[in-house]
């Protein structure tokens, strides 16, 4: 059919390579030749990008995965040999090529299924039928196209026994041999006859389209030298050798087990917390001064306590209760002055952030009066002495608490004493017995004696 377009009419000749124009045949192949060799010819000096390893491993297990087929049927993986193409040929050529090889009927083959995976250029046959896996295992070789093709067929494991990774010690004794155990990790499929990823040599689809295992060069010759570079871990080693770090894929009880570690150490990290310096006012063992009305309150909270200690003193007798009485006056006169330091140094603090020099500069330029006794005063000597004297403030403080606790447990054991002492007393002094008089037993019967019971008892 044909439809008249407008146009200007050219000749053959015009269609050319050099006019500009090229042929989709070729430029066809050129992609699938592209598409075969994504990378291409490696430099020598060319960076490694190990992201690019890491896309090119997951692109091609991505694509070797397998669609979900029934658990309870039996599966068989059929490898077919001798440079069978099954994305060339066709899927469905070569599952009619597997079916007249093994020789099942019609009606005996509407619950099988036969699922390609061109990436690995296998397929998989799943029947739940014991009978017809028999037979997909017994197939040696298939026609397609006239030319016979050798395979090899086998039944995987079924779906109820245990697959993968599982828990097993370092070494199993096997009979009278020690056989060590190593974890399995699954293997990038890597092709030794054309160099190419994703499937294996026996199962090669195209022996013949060779490329560099080192630097991607198509067809090279025997004569061919270069520099390797692995496509998957970028390193200086043919793509996917024994020495790649990159040729296995991290089983996935590995993954969740160092998620869970990490897991485990974020949630046991401690939690950001303010430094000890700023927390506790610069010191751990000398608190922040505190403002002037937190100042009044401790006084009085602690000329309460100078109270109790010293209405419980006076038991102990006037000379010990004068002595400490004169201790803690001295006690509060420090307090009191540290207090008045502490509102002052708060109250400077609750003043906006100036320099050392704004606040001693007037407003001319000059400094004010006594700059120099302040900046002396505040001078890294001035706040050592300050520390020198709290330290010791605290010391004497520390001993006078350990001889008021001394001189309570000595009252303690005094009051028990006491206690002890007077329930002793009201022991000792409980009433002595009420002697009372008895009549004597009479030497007669028992009916008189009752008789003057109760004459008795009427008086």
């Known amino acids: 059919m044909e439809y008249p377009v407008e146009g200007e009419d050219i000749t053959p000749d015009e269609v050319s390579q050099d006019q500009g124009w090229q042929c989709a045949g070729t430029r066809r192949t050129g992609a699938r030749k592209a598409s075969a060799n994504p990378t291409g010819p490696l430099p020598a000096d060319a960076p490694r990008d190990k992201h690019d390893g890491s896309k090119l491993k997951a692109k091609v297990l991505r694509a070797g995965r397998m669609p979900h087929l029934p658990r309870e049927d039996i599966k068989v993986v059929i490898r077919p ?118 499937h294996r040599a026996d199962v090669c689809p195209s022996p013949g ?52 570690r990490a897991r485990a150490a974020r949630s046991k990290s401690p939690a950001a917390s303010p430094p000890p310096d700023l927390a506790f006012g610069g010191n751990l063992e000398f608190p922040a001064m505190t403002s002037g009305t937190e100042a009044d309150s401790q006084g009085r909270s602690g000329s309460r306590d100078h109270f109790r200690s010293r209405g419980r003193s006076r038991s102990r007798g006037r000379s010990r209760s004068r002595g400490r009485s004169k201790s803690r006056a001295e006690a509060r006169s420090r307090s009191r002055a540290r207090s008045k330091t502490g509102s002052s140094t708060a109250s400077r603090q609750q003043k906006p952030a100036l320099s050392w020099a704004d606040k001693v500069r007037t407003d001319n330029g000059e400094p004010a009066e006594g700059a120099a006794s302040s900046s002396q005063q505040s001078g890294p000597s001035g706040y050592a002495e300050e520390l020198e004297r709290l330290r010791k403030e605290n010391a004497q403080l520390r001993k006078e608490n350990a001889q008021v606790k001394e001189e309570m447990k000595k ?22 017995p009420i002697a009372m008089e008895v009549p004597e037993a009479s030497t007669g019967g028992s009916g008189a004696s009752k008789r003057r019971a109760i004459e008795t008892f009427e008086r």
């Open 81 to 198: 040999r001798g440079g069978l193409d099954i994305a060339k040929v066709g899927a469905v050529v070569v599952a009619d090529a597997i079916i007249a090889a093994a020789g099942i009927s019609n009606d005996d083959l509407h619950q099988d299924t036969l699922c390609p995976n061109m990436q690995q250029n296998i397929m998989v046959a799943s029947t739940p039928k014991r009978e017809n896996a028999v037979r997909y295992v017994r197939i040696r070789e298939i026609i397609v196209a006239g030319k016979t093709h050798e395979l090899s067929a086998y039944e995987t494991a079924p779906h109820s026994t245990c697959k993968g990774v599982i828990r097993v010690p370092k070494f199993v004794k096997y009979g009278p041999l020690l056989v060590r155990c190593a974890l399995y990790r699954k293997q990038v499929d890597v092709c030794y006859a054309c160099g190419r990823l994703g």
């Open 209 to 260: 389209d060779v490329i560099c295992r080192g630097c991607g060069a198509t067809n090279p010759d025997e004569q061919h030298q270069c520099t390797p570079r692995c496509r998957l871990c970028g390193g200086q080693n043919l793509t996917a050798s024994k020495d790649c770090s990159q040729r296995f894929k991290i089983p996935y009880v590995v993954r969740r087990r160092r998620g869970e």
């Open 411 to 432: 009252m303690a054991n005094e009051i028990a004493e006491i206690k002890k002492f007077t329930l002793g007393q009201a022991s000792n002094s409980s009433p002595a």
